[in-house]
């Protein structure tokens, strides 16, 4: 059974503050999506990486799929209230004789003014 | 561009009741997945079709069954429904193209109906 885990389940921190949250799996993903959610509403696209040791970057979001591609993190640098929401990721897994995505548990993550 | 669209926002009924869900991807995708979301939990995958007809089924009983209709929307349906079938219900949609692997591109989410089973 594939597990996406996630890391922490839940964060709170004051806003201007700097924080990491992780995507850990044993699989290996041919490409791993980050979503937000906010309460209600659908989650929305944020990035999709595709390469070892990918950075992609997103104004104060940074986005990095390991090396082996088995994990990714998600850096928040100076965070804002509107930063809050449920953060998602999704992996991509591709084999002979089928194929899915797989979502983490999330991190909800919450920016205190 | 419109996105994936969502009907109705909000959905009540009463245990044992059917309920119905619509939802309509974005234009030129093929693909569309339906999610379950209990409040404060991640999302688990119910269903996949495209091109009309069911790829994948998760972990869910044969009363959650669907349709996806020649223009691409989908119907979600929930037979018999019970107190725990109350969740938000996402649905997706990809473009699947020749030669991609089947259910691997990247999905687009809509707004998701609320299910209320009272």
């Known amino acids: 059974t594939q597990l996406l885990e996630q890391s922490p389940q839940f964060l709170s921190i004051q806003e201007g503050e700097n924080l990491t949250v992780y995507c850990n799996s044993s699989s290996v993903f041919s490409s791993l999506q980050w979503y937000r959610q906010e309460p209600g509403e659908g989650p929305v696209l944020l990035v999709t990486v595709v390469t070892g040791g990918e950075v992609k970057k997103l104004k104060r979001l940074t986005f990095q799929f390991g090396d082996a591609r088995k994990d990714s993190s998600l850096h928040i640098t100076a965070a804002q209230p509107g930063d809050t929401g449920l953060y998602l990721c999704?992996?991509?897994?591709?084999?002979?004789?089928?194929?899915?995505?797989?979502f983490g548990s999330g991190t909800r993550l919450s920016i205190r003014p | 561009e419109a996105g994936v669209t969502q009907s109705p926002t909000h959905l009540i009924k009463t245990r044992g009741q059917q309920a119905t869900l619509r939802c309509s991807p974005i234009s030129g995708h093929t693909s569309v997945y339906w999610y379950q979301q209990a409040l404060g939990l991640g999302l688990q995958f119910l269903l996949w079709y495209d091109e009309g007809e069911e790829r994948n089924r998760g972990n869910f009983p044969p009363r959650f069954s669907g349709r996806q209709f020649p223009n691409y929307s989908s119907e979600l349906n929930v037979n018999a429904l019970e107190l725990e079938d109350s969740a938000l219900y996402l649905c997706?949609?990809?473009?699947?193209?020749?030669?991609?692997?089947?259910?691997?591109?990247?999905?687009?989410f809509g707004p998701g109906t609320r299910l209320t089973v009272l």
């Open positions: 997706a949609s990809s473009f699947v193209g020749s030669g991609s692997t089947l259910g691997t591109d990247t999905q687009y």
């Open positions: 999704a992996g991509a897994i591709e084999y002979s004789s089928a194929s899915k995505i797989i």
